[in-house]
């Protein structure tokens, strides 16, 4: 890679701040935490602290991507992961389309190995890809020529946002081992919580996971995470508190009464929150359910930092779309 176009170059890094890796991870996709080392979740984070400065500059392009294809394909709906992921592309200055699974010839009847095989006849470099199946992005990693990024697949992961969620952790705390993070909510339907518990863990966080024991998956135990149905025990003296959302379009049946009710036992308040330790971070990867999973006078407080996530998406992506394409180690990769 040409030093003159890396945001190394381009990003001149400010005191204490850390410098863009001369090399790229020695991997072609992005398909989940779980195969990920903690260096190379540390390589990420590191690189998105220097990718963020981009985001300040009056001009916020760097020319790392030129002549890279990315190609956004969403089967799900989203908001913060599409736009985020395209804005990161934009800033790196590759050539960028989305495609909708509303609007593509999947709703005649197209298979996705089909969908996926006649994007890559026009040469794209990576796909990031949204699917309702979990395994969609690995099958899509393993018939696929370009780098497959998920953008949250199922129920399995969703690598991306926990990475941002991590990153917005250590921004503001300045590290992540020896925190308590309680993640509490929707547990049986969240690929966020899959994706968070195994970099958390990993990187040494205290993890307590809460919800009702309808919606709490088995075996999370061994993953060194601590589980708990009582909500004032997860936020009791936690670093940080994560609501996840309700899921409703991946319910099947009841698994509590009503939404008045769920948020009366596990809704997270101003009251509740207070257990916490005082400089408490309330974090969601949203779309909020307001009102059921957390208190909007919560969501908008001072301890809110949801928005700083959103904003912190944009550079963790960046890195990952850079580590990915850009490194000088690429083609080695089997
Ligand atoms: N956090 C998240 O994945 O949000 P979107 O569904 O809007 O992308």
Redesign the pocket.
Known sequence: MNPETTPSAAAAPQAGEPRMPASGLRRKDLVGIAELTVEEIALILDTAAAMKEISSRPIKKVPALRGKTVVNLFFE??????TSFEIAEKRLSADTLNIAASTSSVVKGETLADTVHNIEAMSPDLLVVRHSSSGACHFLSRICRAGVINA?DGMHE?PT?ALLDAFTIRERKGRIAGLKVAICGDLLHSRVLRSNVQLLTRMGADVWLCGPPTLMPVGFERTGAHVTSSIDEAVEGADAVMMLRIQLERMLGGYFPTLREYFNVFGMTPARVRRARPDVLVMH???MNRGVEIDSELADGPSSVILDQVANGVAVRMAVLYLLSGGADHEAVA
């Open positions: 709906a989203s908001t913060r992961t599409r949250g969703h946002q990867p949203g779309p």
